[in-house]
């Protein structure tokens, strides 16, 4: 398995609450992505990152912020945070120049706001 | 825009038959296409790709898919399912002039009986 690491795997909050989530990586890949898991949505962009420092929407990026300060670490924030963002989250990696190669997935982080 | 579709929500299989999980996409260019599997309480593991050549492509666990360009369909196959394939099978397609993002179809639970 790639070298993911998602951190908590677990949380429970309340509306209004900042929150932050952790992937680490010990793979030195590039390009490292947010998603989260819906029933019936299938898996959706929240931000990615293609460089340190270097970050970008995607789908779903409303109400979230990240930043990417060292190759290995992605942080995934939601700043305010709502029951609507109530879900799963996963974090991804790859190499090269990303567009041929197979994202690698974290195990997730189960987020519960009440 | 690009998408994918995976038109059924669930596959029923006996353990020793062959199984199939549909998918068709849609882009304006050459497609770039992912399988994932993904078992309960873990992140998404790539099976397979295609890219460019052979319209059959042999992946993890057995697996393999068929690219057909003018059906525009991308469909899983495994000659004989193994109860331990019961899991959620996710298409996916590049999406175009991007960091190598990828967009999902919403996932196809396989449930393969003994």
């Known amino acids: 398995d790639a070298g993911i690491t998602q951190s908590p795997r677990h949380k429970v909050t309340e509306t209004g609450t900042p929150v932050t989530l952790r992937c680490h990586q010990t793979?030195?890949?590039?390009?490292m992505y947010w998603y989260r898991q819906d029933p019936g949505h299938g898996l959706r962009l929240i931000h990615y990152?293609?460089?340190?420092?270097?970050?970008d929407k995607g789908e779903v990026s409303d109400g979230y912020s990240v930043s990417r300060s060292k190759t290995e670490d992605f942080l995934l924030t939601l700043e305010s945070a709502t029951s609507s963002q109530t879900s799963v989250y996963f974090c991804?990696?790859?190499?090269?120049?990303?567009?041929?190669?197979?994202?690698?997935f974290g195990d997730g982080t189960r987020l519960s706001i009440l | 825009a690009q998408s994918v579709a995976q038109p059924e929500d669930q596959v029923n299989v006996a353990e020793g038959n062959p199984l199939t999980v549909k998918c068709t996409y849609s882009?304006?260019?050459?497609?770039?296409l992912f399988w994932y599997v993904q078992y309960p309480n873990r992140g998404l593991q790539f099976l397979l790709k295609?890219?460019?050549?052979?319209?059959l492509v042999k992946g993890s666990y057995g697996f393999e898919a068929e690219f057909n360009k003018s059906q525009t369909s991308f469909h899983l196959k495994k000659p004989s399912a193994l109860v331990s394939d019961s899991a959620l099978y996710f298409c996916?397609?590049?999406?175009?002039?991007?960091?190598?993002?990828?967009?999902f179809g919403k996932g196809t639970k396989l449930s393969v009986k003994p």
């Open positions: 991804a990696i790859s190499d090269g120049q990303g567009e041929n190669q197979p994202q690698h």
């Open positions: 295609y890219i460019t050549g052979d319209n």
């Open positions: 882009v304006s260019g050459n497609p770039y």
């Open positions: 990152s293609y460089g340190v420092k270097d970050t």
């Open positions: 793979e030195n890949h590039r390009y």
């Open positions: 996916a397609v590049r999406k175009e002039r991007s960091q190598g993002n990828l967009i």
